[in-house]
Nanobody, 121 residues
Framework: QVQLVESGGGSVQTGGSLRLSCAAPGYTSSMAWFRQAPGKEREGVAARLTGSSFTLYADSVEGRFTISQNNAKNTVYLQMNSLKVEDTAMYYC?????????????????WGQGTQVTVSS
């Protein structure tokens, strides 16, 4: 079921930037971004503890991606810089209403519909 609202995906050339947004329906304990390319496993990209500065990033995006929240704490963003072809995937927003979820998909109980990010050389 689609429970979160995502936006911001699109096509960009290598080295470019995109910013994804995700709106939660209510209170969350933590929010995160996952991605999945065709024929590959879903992987955690970035996670943030609601109302704090505590974040966790996958090694593959550390230093290039930044996860943040708005002041109302109901929207999470993923700023993606220095994009690479290997970043091409469907990106999914996730939220946990009860706990810190980290980069483990099983810890999240709310999901978005996905937004496509395509990076070309």
């Amino acid at each position: 079921q689609v429970q979160l609202v995502e936006s911001g995906g699109g096509s960009v050339q290598t080295g470019g930037s995109l910013r994804l947004s995700c709106a939660a329906p209510g209170y969350t304990s933590s929010m995160a971004w996952f991605r999945q390319a065709p024929g590959k496993e879903r992987e955690g990209v970035a996670a943030r503890l609601t109302g704090s500065s505590f974040t966790l990033y996958a090694d593959s995006v550390e230093g290039r991606f930044t996860i943040s929240q708005n002041n109302a704490k109901n929207t999470v963003y993923l700023q993606m810089n220095s994009l690479k072809v290997e970043d091409t995937a469907m990106y999914y927003c996730a939220a946990s209403s009860t706990r810190w979820g980290g980069l483990e998909a099983k810890n999240y109980n709310y999901w978005g519909q996905g937004t496509q990010v395509t990076v070309s050389s």
